[in-house]
């Protein structure tokens, strides 16, 4: 019996332009594969990090306190391997709490840039609902740009 159908071996030895040139069938069909394998990889991730904080979690947190640190890198020895054991500090700000800091900050008569980086972000879906006098305004510092395509392939008919 022989299959007609492109496999992800073949697809690995192509160019771009020659995939592009495959049946959409094919296509189709490779996008499924493809996003088979990576929410198996994702899977087969998560399970080993879990394995990894399971096996090491307890000693590396005995290490960090050690260390007078609540989060941090710190290094263990296991059978032949140094393990980096890295607990990533993420910290996170009560936005209206800072607008009541950079108040006082220039309540005392500083700018508060010398201490913080103030951002100013305006959600797309806000700015396309302002009335064009407004959006006139805003015109000059927004800049948009295009993200990386996808595509998605729907047979016809299907649910």
């Known amino acids: 019996?022989?299959?007609n159908r492109t496999t992800l071996a073949q697809l690995r030895e192509m160019t771009a332009m020659q995939a592009a040139r495959l049946p959409v069938d094919h296509l189709a069909m490779l996008l499924d594969e493809v996003g088979d394998l990576k929410a198996d990889a994702k899977r087969l991730g998560e399970i080993l990090s879990d394995a990894l904080h399971e096996r090491y979690g307890g000693r590396a947190a005995w290490a960090r306190r050690a260390e007078g640190k609540d989060t941090g890198r710190v290094r263990l020895d296991d059978d032949g391997f140094?393990?980096?054991a890295d607990l990533p500090k993420r910290v996170e700000w009560d936005q209206a709490r800072l607008t009541e800091a950079v108040t006082t900050i220039r309540g005392w008569g500083e700018d508060p840039a010398d201490?913080?980086?103030?951002e100013f972000r305006v959600p797309e879906t806000?700015?396309?609902a302002w009335p064009p006098k407004l959006q006139?305004?805003?015109?000059?510092?927004?800049t948009v740009v295009a993200g990386r395509p996808s595509y998605t392939l729907e047979q016809?008919?299907?649910?």
């Open 115 to 118: 201490y913080i980086t103030i």
């Open 82 to 84: 140094h393990v980096v």
């Open 136 to 142: 006139a305004l805003f015109v000059p510092a927004r």
């Open 126 to 128: 806000r700015f396309n």
């Open 156 to 159: 016809k008919g299907a649910a």
């Open 1 to 3: 019996m022989l299959n």
